[in-house]
């Protein structure tokens, strides 16, 4: 059964009084994309939840937001960054020294410099807090495949529907093909007989012009091979829930096919077929880009 790459995923985790919330959502992507969204001091969640989205997701830009409502209750007593702010310091000096200003580095400028004041997070035992949003990712994960799942089904009947409007239109023309070559073949005759006029021909000579252009119009090699893609696409839909990559190839294929087949219509029905042929594949192309 296939699976969507959209989706969205989010499990609620209580912990010693820390209500946490964790949401994923997912778009299309040709390769696995994340990104992160977390309390500064959480940031260690990130490098956890890295692998085990990785195991579990294998395409998609993902975006994977931990929320924190009563966040302020992690916040310790603010401490003050004494050697970051000597660091500080130091450059204020050179600067004074390198432009000749009176000026210095006020307390309230340097209080207001990145990383002077850091806040602790106070997380009651911390290893579990992060075993349970670890917990809280795979609810969320879970949800989410249950929602590309649902959708994968979706589109894999859209894409049943558009296959067997592909085969009917196969069928019609291997219909349409048999008729073709010798009405082809009488229309060269006559135009043949019409430029030579009283030269003689050779019928031997004519006879095998006649194989070779019957080889060239030939499309049922074409035909055969269409309609294996068609079922081994089927056969792909059934058994890999990550067929994305293997069933747009196969399009390719696919369009290949058409593309050699209208070369040798010779014929405005076959013609018309096989730009609905095109049509209905480039249909299944814009669908599969949403499959993983």
């Known amino acids: 059964m296939l699976k969507s790459m959209t989706g969205f995923g989010k ?9 946490l919330t964790i949401e994923v959502r997912s778009v299309n992507s040709r390769f696995l ?5 977390q309390p500064r001091m959480l940031a260690e969640f990130e490098d956890l939840a890295r692998p085990i989205v990785q195991n579990r997701i294998p395409r ?4 994977i937001s931990l929320n924190l409502p009563n966040e302020a209750s992690l ?8 050697e970051l702010a000597k660091e500080y310091l130091k450059i204020a000096e050179t600067a004074k020294a390198l432009v000749g200003a009176e000026t210095t580095l006020t307390t309230d400028q340097l209080l207001q410099m990145p990383d002077i004041i850091q806040f602790e997070p106070k997380i009651p035992d911390q290893e579990l807090f992060f075993k349970a949003c670890v917990n809280g990712l795979n609810q969320a994960l879970d949800a989410l495949d249950d929602m590309r799942s649902v959708e994968g089904q979706h589109l894999e009947n859209a894409l049943i529907e558009q296959l067997n409007v592909i085969s009917q239109l196969l069928e ?9 070559i010798p009405m082809v073949m009488e229309k060269l005759q006559a135009r043949i007989q019409s430029a030579l006029k009283d030269t003689e021909i050779d019928e031997r000579r004519l006879e095998q012009e006649w194989v070779i252009w019957a080889d060239k119009l030939d499309i049922s090699e074409e ?15 059934e058994n890999d829930p990550n067929a994305g990559r293997r069933l747009n190839f196969l399009l390719q294929e696919m369009n290949r096919e058409a593309n050699t087949i209208g070369s040798k219509a010779y014929s405005s029905s076959i013609s018309y077929h096989v730009v609905e042929l095109k049509s209905e594949v480039e249909k299944i192309r814009e669908q599969i880009q949403n499959i993983q």
């Open 11 to 19: 499990s609620e985790v209580k912990h010693e009084g820390l209500d």
């Open 223 to 237: 035909l055969v091979r269409f309609k294996a893609h068609i079922l081994h696409f089927r056969d792909i839909m």
């Open 33 to 37: 994309e994340m990104n992160f969204r």
């Open 60 to 63: 998609g830009k993902l975006q």
């Open 172 to 180: 019609e023309i291997e219909t349409n093909c048999a008729a073709r």
């Open 75 to 82: 916040h310790a007593t603010p401490i003050f960054n004494e």
